[in-house]
């Protein structure tokens, strides 16, 4: 017996938001899903690492509610800052459009972090924001 909607496999947001993001970001910033080797000496381009922080099903089998967690690390506070921001801005801005095989219906911002990065007791604390955004998807 046949019947319903068909089972279709959702984007993969964490390669949506890296592949949108790269081109938009300042000329130099690492995007990426993991931090990169040797991320400590490349803070001065800025860092941003895209991960899957959960989500489930918005209106089975339609849409997924994914969570992204995103960290933005810079030389600065500022510029970790100024660049968590705008990941936020470029992420919001893509609702309503068609991203690399996503439908992206809704993007919000969920929360916003300093949460600098302490690797031993004997480094200072390299600067860092988590950024937490929430995208409504289904695929293209």
């Known amino acids: 017996m046949s019947g319903g909607l068909q089972a279709v496999a ?10 949108y993001l790269k081109p938009l970001l300042p000329a130099g ?3 990426g899903t993991e931090w990169p080797d040797g991320w400590d ?13 959960g989500g489930g099903s918005r209106q089975k089998p339609v849409t997924a509610d994914r969570t992204l967690d995103i960290d933005a690390l810079g030389a600065t ?3 970790a800052r100024d660049l968590a921001a705008l990941v936020s801005a470029q992420l919001i801005a893509a609702q309503g459009t068609t991203q690399y095989g996503a439908r992206i219906y809704g993007v919000d911002e969920t929360s916003l972090i300093w949460l600098p990065y302490k ?14 955004m929430s995208m409504v998807v289904r695929p293209a």
């Not at 959702?10 to 592949?19: G, L, N, R």
């Not at 000496?41 to 860092?47: M, N």
């Open 10 to 19: 959702m984007p993969d947001v964490e390669q949506v938001a890296v592949k």
């Open 77 to 79: 506070k500022k510029q």
């Open 41 to 53: 000496s490349k803070l001065a381009a800025g860092i941003v690492s895209v991960t899957l922080g």
């Open 119 to 132: 690797p031993s007791a004997e480094t200072d604390a390299i600067p860092r924001y988590v950024l937490v």
């Open 29 to 31: 910033t690492i995007v």
